[in-house]
């Protein structure tokens, strides 16, 4: 069922909502909710105005965490047309992740409506502006009002919409990142492969003090021997050894504690395609530091729905810190966005079917 908002914003409504489009704020008029109970499985799927929730102080997911989300991206391609990038992988994960925590699992032919209804009814949001795309968040939360320590037998998903640009801003600049050695993101056999709220809650304090410090992002090692290198912030990171022919690509395999990133399949599939190899195994941060230092290492990026590929410049440790090439954006590190952003814009053959068409709904005249 589709309930759109009775008077849409105008075109100068809309630019004035988005004139600042830091990341998540510049949200669209429409998200989807559909909910789901023991006695009717998933029903009530709507498109409706965005606005406020009324929760009961005591409903599950703000007690016991149960709540697993999403991101991902439609993009504007340069004759009009609007693709939803991967939508398919991201239906899986988030059943994935509804599994870890004993959610019911959308099916992925529902969550694949609700991004065709939003995106058909609010790409006229996304500018032209190429730098400029339209993130939509699916969030999954247990909604049954109860204080009793079991899962839910009530949940409500929602899918939202912003637009956004990169998420460190235009021109997706090296950042430079800390390395903690007293916090831990997640073990084996935790949380760390599913995309839950509690993961990113208890990633703040870190990543608060990381940026104290004057860097941008901090780098997980693993909890036990706080050696091999897991994940930047929320972000799967990549590891470029060699230059020219014979550069290849490394990044850490999935332990279970690590997010199998959407974006992070994409490159291990297109970087072999573009002649540069790609392996999943450890990296210690020792070997990161002694490859920069031999020249061995060349290049490293970090990449993720919000951050796209996002290069790395520097590192901090407690014992000094390090610059990776000559702290700008490497060759290869460039070739891959330029690949991917460009399959993602319809600028590249999308040999891969990694784009998702989604055709406007009637507006409204004047909107």
């Not at 630019?15 to 998200?31: D, K, M, P």
């Not at 997980?220 to 290198?229: K, N």
Request: aromatic residues 8%; charged residues 20%.
């Amino acid at each position: 069922m589709s309930k759109p908002v009775a008077r849409p914003l105008t075109p100068s409504e809309r630019a004035e909502r988005t004139a600042s489009t830091a990341f998540g704020s510049a949200f669209t008029e429409h998200l989807v909710s559909i909910r789901w109970s023991e006695e009717q499985g998933w029903h009530d799927a709507e498109l409706q105005p965005y606005g406020p929730l009324l929760l009961d102080p005591a409903t599950v997911g703000l007690h016991y965490g149960q709540v697993v989300f999403e991101g991902l991206k439609a993009f504007r391609s340069a004759n009009g047309r609007v693709g939803v990038f991967r939508p398919e992988a991201h239906a899986r994960r988030l059943q994935s992740s509804a599994r870890r925590l004993m959610m019911p699992e959308l099916p992925e032919e529902l969550f694949l409506d609700a991004v065709d209804a939003l995106v058909a009814q609010d790409q006229h949001w996304i500018p032209d502006d190429p730098q400029m795309s339209l993130y939509l968040r699916p969030v999954l939360f247990a909604s049954e009002v109860t204080l009793a320590l079991r899962p839910a037998r009530a949940y409500h998903f929602l899918l939202m919409a912003f637009v956004t640009e990169g998420y460190f801003g235009p021109g997706q600049r090296p950042v430079r990142v800390q390395v903690t050695d007293t916090y831990s993101r997640a073990a084996a056999g935790g949380t760390g492969a599913a995309k839950c709220a509690g993961n990113y809650a208890g990633s703040l304090l870190p990543q608060a003090a990381a940026q104290e410090e004057g860097y941008d992002q901090v780098v997980w090692l693993d909890p036990v021997e706080r050696r091999w290198v897991e994940e930047l912030g929320g972000m799967n990171l990549f590891f470029v050894y060699g230059s020219g022919r014979d550069a290849r690509l490394v990044t850490p395999p999935l332990s279970g504690s690590l997010l199998a990133g959407v974006t992070r399949d994409a490159l291990l599939r297109l970087a072999p395609a573009l002649g540069v190899p790609a392996a999943e195994r450890p990296v210690s941060l020792e070997d990161w530091r002694s490859g920069c230092a031999s020249g061995e290492l060349t290049e490293v990026f970090a990449c993720g729905t919000a951050a796209r590929i996002t290069p790395v410049g520097e590192v901090g440790t407690a014992d000094g810190s390090w610059t990776i090439g000559d702290g700008t954006t490497g060759e290869v590190t460039a070739r891959l966005s330029d690949a991917l952003f460009g399959i993602q814009r319809g600028e590249l053959p999308d040999r891969y079917s990694w784009m998702r068409p989604v055709e406007p709904a009637p507006q409204p005249a004047g909107t």
